[in-house]
Structure formats: C-alpha cells, structure tokens
C-alpha cells in the first residue's frame, strides 16, 4: 500500500510508492521517456509539450497504484520511499535520505522533543507524540509520574535526559485534562534544571 507524505519538492501531500510497486513503475517509467526523447528528436519539442502529447504508462500504473492521477511522469522519480529516510517521529514529514539523521521540515534530531500543543488531540495523543521521540521502552508508563521518571531521573529513554525541548502554540489549544499541560511543561524545565538541555517555548506564527 502507497502512504502519503508531504513531498518538500511538490509542496503537497502526495501518494509515495512502496518498494514493490516502484519495482512496478520503474521499468514503465524508463520506456516513457526513451519514447519521449525519440519524439523530441522527431519534432524538436520542448520536454514538456512532449510530456502532453504523449501517454505514460508509469503514470496509468501509478495511478491504478495509488487512486492519484499524476501527468507528470517527471514527479514519479521522487515519489518512492526507497531515497528517503525514515518518517520524522515529531511532525511525520519523510526524512529527506536514507542517512539523514534530522528532520529538514521541523529540525526534530534523536533527544528532541517536540510539542506543538495544537496538534495533541487527547492525552493518549501526547504519550504517544513522546515516547515516539523518546523512543520510550513499550513497558513506559502513560502517567505524569512516568514522564517525571523519564524526563527528570532518567536512565529510561535512551535519548535523553538530556533532552532539547520545544513547546509551540499555546496550552490553551491542546485537548488535555485542565492543568496537565501545566505540569508537563514544570517537568520538562525540571528535566532541563537536572540533566542540562534546553527548552524553548514559542508561540507558532
Ligand atoms: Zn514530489
Ligand atoms: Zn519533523
């Protein structure tokens, strides 16, 4: 099954293949545009009037693939998971190489974390947002208590402490239980206080 991520070159979210079927499209994708040389050199189009004259089949095989009709058989390059990396664990943007070791969207590296409190829908939410970027051992527990283990005393998460924490939009906007947002943010700044790191609170533009 395709996934879609937000493709940085398209600037939308775009429909990315899977190994097995880039290995669909791919042999597709070098006949189209060996035939769209040849009828360049025929007629002395441009690249893209010949792009519109003609049909792809990797463009037909992508879209029986993935339910998106793309035209461009140009954007199919880059629109498979094997030349990026892994799906950022703070904001899910694809890591741009297989050995990049940070996230260019949000700038999320391992002992990051990052909180935008617009985005946590309910409590599970945030626990699950965190242990993502804390790598949190599947045992940890979803309670204030455990979070001041990890984040404060340490030795759990093998990111951190100390970690690099960023708090984004404003408390008001997460759905959480009144005063638990309070209490995470007294816990990150304990953390930093203790074990060294950095916590920067900014409002989203
Ligand atoms: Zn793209
Ligand atoms: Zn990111």
Redesign the pocket.
Known sequence: MPKTYY?W??KMP?PFLTRDEWEQVHPLLVTDFERIKSHRLKDGETLSSAIAALRHGACERYAQITGFAETNPN?LW??HLDIYGPECPACGHLFRTPKASFCANCGWRAGHIHIDWMEISSLDDFYRRVFRQMEAPAWHGANLDALYDSWVTGGICPTGPPFEFRFTSQIADARLPAGVAGVILETAGRSVAENGGTIKIAEAP
């Open positions: 493709c070159r398209c775009i954007a880059h629109h």
